[in-house]
């Protein structure tokens, strides 16, 4: 497991060319191996203007290495003030790349699923990025909504109208994907745009939580008040005591003042 940036309860930026308007955040992270697993496959980087997880696939060390080469990538956008698709899409390429490097002696080869926000503060606005099946959510007025589409093969259904969401969650082949960064195929990323605003809260996880905890139990715990730090552990301890089947990361960004 990989982690880089730490916790900031205070974290504040100028925009640019508008020195006198500020945007604040607050945020937290935390990762648990789960109760099953042997080792946590999961990366997370939580350093401004980048907030992710990637969720590795290939087995023990190599599942990490993935997820760690998308993180890696993605924190070489630090240090910017706008950040749009095509910048978080060129990162995510290079990091397929690194992963097929990897790989080159794993014959079914190594990859990660990658999805979270990045700080653009020429909007002011996040601008959200998938690949795979790890969700951004936000909150905002006691309302939680996904950003994110899942790509998988329940997901598919649901679209088609085969499945409904609560079918989909329970489905056996839930953890199917269809889009992942490595396995020497070609990224392909979704992107959505959300413009900041006081009181929003964004939820970036690894699938660990969302195969555990009901979406009502998500709701009630981001709803809570509590702090970044305090949410992110209590999401966490609830997808242990559910059995806690996979590695569970998690990722709270309040955003305290903006424009």
């Known amino acids: 497991m990989t982690r880089l940036g730490g916790d900031n309860s205070h974290y504040r930026v100028a925009l640019p060319d508008r020195p006198d308007e500020y945007v604040t955040l607050s945020f937290a992270a935390v990762s648990d191996v789960g109760r099953r697993r042997r080792a946590n496959e999961d990366s997370v980087i939580v350093r401004p203007p980048v907030f992710a997880v990637a969720d ?30 095509e910048r978080i899409g060129a990162s995510l390429a290079q990091a397929a790349l690194d992963i097929d490097g990897l790989a080159e002696d794993i014959p079914l080869g190594v990859g990660t699923t990658v999805t979270g ?39 598919e259904l649901v679209d088609a109208g085969k499945l409904s969401p609560e079918e989909a969650e329970n489905h056996p082949e839930n953890n199917v994907i269809t889009r992942a960064l490595g396995f020497r195929e070609v990224p392909q990323p979704d992107f959505w745009t959300i413009p900041l605003r006081v009181g929003l809260r964004l939820l970036i996880c690894s699938d660990g939580l969302t195969k555990e905890l009901g979406i009502n139990r998500i709701r009630e715990v981001l709803g809570a008040g509590t702090s970044p730090a305090e949410t992110a552990n209590s999401l966490l301890e609830g997808a242990l005591e559910a059995g806690g089947r996979d590695n569970v990361t998690v990722v709270i960004v309040d955003v305290l003042e903006a424009p």
């Open 56 to 85: 590795g696939m290939g087995g023990h060390a190599a599942g990490d290495l993935a997820s760690a080469a998308a993180i890696a990538r993605l924190a070489e956008l630090a240090g910017r003030d706008g950040v749009d698709a």
């Open 117 to 155: 926000a990045v700080l653009d503060l020429t909007g002011p606005s996040f601008a959200v990025f998938n690949v795979g099946d790890s969700r951004v959510y936000s909150f905002e007025d006691g309302r939680l909504s996904q950003v994110t589409i899942d790509h998988s093969v329940v997901q």
